[in-house]
T-cell receptor, first 113, second 113 residues
Framework: TQLLEQSPQFLSIQEGENLTVYCNSS?????LQWYRQEPGEGPVLLVT?????EVKKLKRLTFQFGDARKDSSLHITAAQTGDTGLYLC?????????????FGSGTQLTVLP | NAGVTQTPKFRILKIGQSMTLQCAQD?????MYWYRQDPGMGLKLIYYSVGAGITDKGEVPNGYNVSRSTTEDFPLRLELAAPSQTSVYFC????????????FGQGTRLTVV
């Protein structure tokens, strides 16, 4: 099993601030996904990155996949209270079949008004 | 569209009891997964299946069993429940491929007392 470590584990910021969440591994992933989970619900996909060095933007969210495909970051600009939630990164183990989907430990983000 | 359906939503078990958590998907996905999530944490993979009749262990399989007799259904069996199995259980499915999205059920909150 390939391990994914996320940091920070908890993050509490004021509305309007910027933040970055990190997802790191010693293993190479064929692709990496970011999910957001709200209380009482299952995770919902935000983005998938597949190419080393890839950067994807989703409104105020910017996702980057490391050149070596071992790490990723999620940057939120001008956070809003609606961004509050648990952010999870997930890596697919093997290119092609991508059997196992391994999740990171999660970052609990709280955006205060 | 039903997506991934988990039942029950909540359950309280006594130590030593057994139960089956049901999971069904109607998207004809080959891959299905069972995860457990402890409070404020990420998802740990219990078992997964890449198709009917094929299952494999994940990171934390002890105390659980699965079967996959059809593409649609992937039940998780707990034998001799223990307090350490108190958690929220999520079932997920996704199509085969390099980086497809995983779809999650709403979870089953299990308490063992």
């Amino acid at each position: 099993t390939q391990l994914l470590e996320q940091s920070p584990q908890f993050l509490s910021i004021q509305e309007g601030e910027n933040l970055t969440v990190y997802c790191n591994s010693s293993s190479v992933f064929s692709s990496l996904q970011w999910y957001r989970q709200e209380p009482g619900e299952g995770p919902v996909l935000l983005v998938t990155v597949v190419t080393g060095g890839e950067v994807k933007k989703l409104k105020r969210l910017t996702f980057q996949f490391g050149d070596a495909r071992k790490d990723s970051s999620l940057h939120i600009t001008a956070a809003q209270t609606g961004d509050t939630g648990l952010y999870l990164c997930a890596g697919a183990e093997t290119a092609g079949s991508a059997r196992q989907l391994t999740f990171g430990s999660g970052t609990q983000l709280t955006v205060l008004p | 569209n039903a997506g991934v359906t988990q039942t029950p939503k909540f359950r309280i078990l006594k130590i030593g009891q057994s139960m089956t958590l049901q999971c069904a998907q109607d998207m004809n996905h080959n891959y299905m997964y069972w995860y457990r999530q402890d409070p404020g944490m990420g998802l740990k993979l219990i078992y997964y299946s890449v198709g009917a009749g094929i299952t494999d262990k994940g990171e934390v399989p002890n105390g659980y069993n699965v079967s996959r007799s059809t593409t649609e259904d992937f039940p998780l069996r707990l034998e001799l429940a223990a307090p350490s199995q108190t958690s929220v259980y999520f079932c997920a499915s996704r199509p085969q491929g390099k980086s497809p999205q995983a779809f999650f059920g709403q979870g089953t909150r299990l308490t063992v007392v």
